[in-house]
T-cell receptor
Framework: NAGVMQNPRHLVRRRGQEARLRCSPMKGHSHVYWYRQLPEEGLKFMVYLQKENIIDESGMPKERFSAEFPKEGPSILRIQQVVRGDSAAYFC????????????????FGSGTRLTVV | EDKVVQSPLSLVVHEGDTVTLNCSYEVTNFRSLLWYKQEKKAPTFLFMLTSSGIEKKSGRLSSILDKKELFSILNITATQTGDSAVYLCALNNNDMRFGAGTRLTVKP
C-alpha cells in the first residue's frame, strides 16, 4: 500500500505558465483534500473532492485555480497563469470516507509538491 | 526513507487529565519537526522544534524534541473538551512528511 503519492515533488514554472499537480490517494480512499502551505504559515485548506464531485471548494481562489478528481486517475490541482505568489508547498491528503472534519477515519498526507514560480 | 510514526492512534480521556502524545521519526537530514492540531478543515500550527531538549510552551500545551532518541512528545495538561482533535506530527526535511495522527477525545 503505497500511501498518498504526489507528483512532481518539485515544480518550477515561469510566470504565466500553467502548473498541474497530481495526487493519487491511498488505495481504497475516495476522498481527497488539497492544502497550500505558504512560507512561515500553516496549512490552508483549499478544496475537498470526492470522485467526480467537488464537495467543498471554499478555500480555493476564485480565479486561475481549479481541481478535479476524475473517476479514473489521480486528482489534479491546476493553476493557470501562475504568479510569484503561487509559490508554495501544496499538500494532498486522502481518507476513505467523511464523517465530519477531520474524517473519523483519519487522513493520510502526501509529501507535497513544492511549486516555485520564477 | 524518512518516516514519522505517531502513537497512540487514538486516545480517550476525561476533562482534567494530562495526556502525552508521541512522535518518533527516522530521517536522513533533520531540519525541523512540527506539531499541528486538526479540528476542522485544515491543521492549525502548534509548534516547530529544531533543537533538542528545549521545551516549547503555549498555555496548557508543551512539546519537546529528543534528537538523539529521534522522538518528540506533545503534552496537554488539564485537558478540556475543546482539546478534542487529531494531532499531527510532521517532519520538515525539504519535503514534509506527516504522521498518521493521534485522535484525542476529551470527555466531560
Amino acid at each position: 500500500n503505497a500511501g498518498v503519492m504526489q507528483n512532481p515533488r518539485h515544480l518550477v514554472r515561469r510566470r504565466g505558465q500553467e502548473a498541474r499537480l497530481r495526487c493519487s490517494p491511498m488505495k481504497g480512499h475516495s476522498h481527497v483534500y488539497w492544502y497550500r502551505q505558504l512560507p512561515e504559515e500553516g496549512l490552508k485548506f483549499m478544496v475537498y473532492l470526492q470522485k467526480e464531485n467537488i464537495i467543498d471548494e471554499s478555500g480555493m481562489p476564485k480565479e486561475r485555480f481549479s481541481a478535479e478528481f476524475p473517476k479514473e486517475g489521480p486528482s489534479i490541482l491546476r493553476i493557470q497563469q501562475v504568479v510569484r505568489g503561487d509559490s508554495a508547498a501544496y499538500f494532498c491528503a486522502s481518507s476513505p470516507r467523511l464523517q465530519g472534519f477531520p474524517s473519523n477515519y483519519g487522513y493520510t498526507f502526501g509529501s507535497g509538491t513544492r511549486l516555485t514560480v520564477v | 526513507e524518512d518516516k514519522v510514526v505517531q502513537s497512540p492512534l487514538s486516545l480517550v480521556v476525561h476533562e482534567g487529565d494530562t495526556v502525552t502524545l508521541n512522535c518518533s521519526y527516522e530521517v536522513t537530514n533533520f531540519r525541523s519537526l512540527l506539531w499541528y492540531k486538526q479540528e476542522k478543515k485544515a491543521p492549525t500550527f502548534l509548534f516547530m522544534l529544531t533543537s533538542s531538549g528545549i521545551e516549547k510552551k503555549s498555555g496548557r500545551l508543551s512539546s519537546i524534541l529528543d534528537k538523539k532518541e529521534l522522538f518528540s512528545i506533545l503534552n496537554i495538561t488539564a485537558t478540556q473538551t475543546g482539546d478534542s482533535a487529531v494531532y499531527l506530527c510532521a517532519l520538515n526535511n525539504n519535503d514534509m512528511r506527516f504522521g498518521a495522527g493521534t485522535r484525542l477525545t476529551v470527555k466531560p
